[in-house]
Structures are given as C-alpha cells and as structure tokens.
T-cell receptor, first 114, second 115 residues
Framework: QKEVEQDPGPLSVPEGAIVSLNCTYS??????FMWYRQYSRKGPELLMY????GNKEDGRFTAQVDKSSKYISLFIRDSQPSDSATYLC??????????????FGTGTRLQVTL | DAGITQSPRYKITETGRQVTLMCHQT?????MFWYRQDLGHGLRLIYY???????DKGEVPDGYVVSRSKTENFPLTLESATRSQTSVYFC??????????????FGEGSRLTVL
C-alpha cells in the first residue's frame, strides 16, 4: 500500500464548476501538507501549503486537512481552462533534515472545458 | 539565467550505456533532489543532498549515482541504463532557511528513453 493515495483521474469539469481533489495517507506522522500544480511538460510548482489540520484559503483555492481521517483536499472555485493541469498532493513529517523529504501522491489530471 | 536548469531535456540511449543528467541551480539552495516521474507512480525520490558533499538515498536509488562537489550542481548518473529507467527525471532544490513551506523549485525535466 502506498503511503499517499490519489485518484489519477482524469477529471473533466465545465468552466465555472467547483472542483474537489483529494488525497488519503496512511502515515500519521505527516504534519506538513502541500498541493503542487504541474502543467504539461513542465516541473511541478507549489500551489498551497498547510501545517497540521484546518483550512487555508488563497483566492479561488482552498486547502483542507483532516488529520483524524488522514485526508486532505483541494477545492477550486470558479474553475478556469487555465486550471487544466495535474495536481499533486505532497506531505512531510517535519521541517528539517530527513523528515522534510516530501512524499508525493500520483497526481490527478484535471481538464476544465469551455 | 536565474533558476534551476536541467540538461539534456531529451535523451535517447541504449541499454547498458552510461548516461549523466545535469542539474544546475543559481540560488545557492542547500538542498537538491532528483525525482523520477512515471505513470501510476507519481514522483519518486531517487537521491537528495543536504549540502555539498552530503548525499543520501531516497526511495528508488538502485542503478543511480549522484555527486555534489559544488553547491550549485547535482548530476545524476545512470551507470548502466536499463529499459526500466525510461522516465522523466526532475531535479529540484530548496533553501534550508527558516519558515519551511515544503516548497521545492523544480527544473523542467529530462525525458530519458532507454531502448
């Protein structure tokens, strides 16, 4: 069983829809949670970062962490065609040294259609 | 140019040949990483380095060698390439300063095909 599970999609939604992307994990030691966005043939870029449980909002994006369920989510409101990309969740145990290594999900490919 | 650059961007080689993928960053970040990205597996860590002359294995290190004699360079060598090493390879870096956000800065990737 992988430490981090993520539905690979693809997920296709119409422009303006609310998108929900999710990851589950098995290692309860994870404390830091990130979402990366990767456009085709590019490297991933950090989109959102949260520490421990709770919600964090940044414009149209909301990251949610539920440590009791070992479940994290990324919500995209008013989705745009420019949001079409692969979204990877990532997490780490700590902020320094070996513990700061990121474990990535497999990524969910999102397509927002006109 | 500032940033993190990988070369070559595309490489085709044959089984058994040695291949070196180069990675160069201009930020003086202390941490550097090599990942491979495959369908169904996502990004998997091959090797990482916390500073010059300090390297450590990641999740899938077999068949790969790294070195880091200078802070800015982190080459990855496939000593004897195998078909299973066909993949997209990403180099990444991050600073070791305070305020950890998990932000890695990735290169654009090196697409390697082993025939």
């Amino acid at each position: 069983q992988k430490e981090v599970e993520q539905d690979p999609g693809p997920l296709s939604v119409p422009e303006g829809a609310i998108v929900s992307l999710n990851c589950t994990y098995s290692n309860s030691a994870f404390q830091y949670f990130m979402w990366y966005r990767q456009y085709s043939r590019k490297g991933p870029e950090l989109l959102m970062y949260t520490y421990s449980s709770g919600n964090k909002e940044d414009g149209r994006f909301t990251a949610q962490v539920d440590k009791s369920s070992k479940y994290i989510s990324l919500f995209i409101r008013d989705s745009q065609p420019s949001d079409s990309a692969t979204y990877l969740c990532a997490m780490s145990i700590g902020p320094t040294g070996t513990a700061s290594k990121l474990t990535f999900g497999t990524g969910t490919r999102l397509q927002v259609t006109l | 140019d500032a940033g993190i650059t990988q070369s070559p961007r595309y490489k085709i080689t044959e089984t058994g040949r040695q291949v070196t993928l180069m990675c160069h960053q201009t930020w003086s970040h202390s941490y550097m990483f090599w990942y491979r990205q495959d369908l169904g597996h996502g990004l998997r860590l091959i090797y990482y380095s916390a500073a010059a002359d300090i390297t450590d294995k990641g999740e899938v290190p077999d068949g790969y060698v790294v070195s880091r004699s200078k802070t800015e360079n982190f080459p990855l060598t496939l000593e004897s390439a195998t078909r299973s090493q066909t993949s997209v390879y990403f180099c990444a870096s991050r600073d070791s300063g305070t305020g950890f956000t998990g932000e890695l800065f990735f290169g654009e990737g090196s697409r390697l095909t082993v025939l």
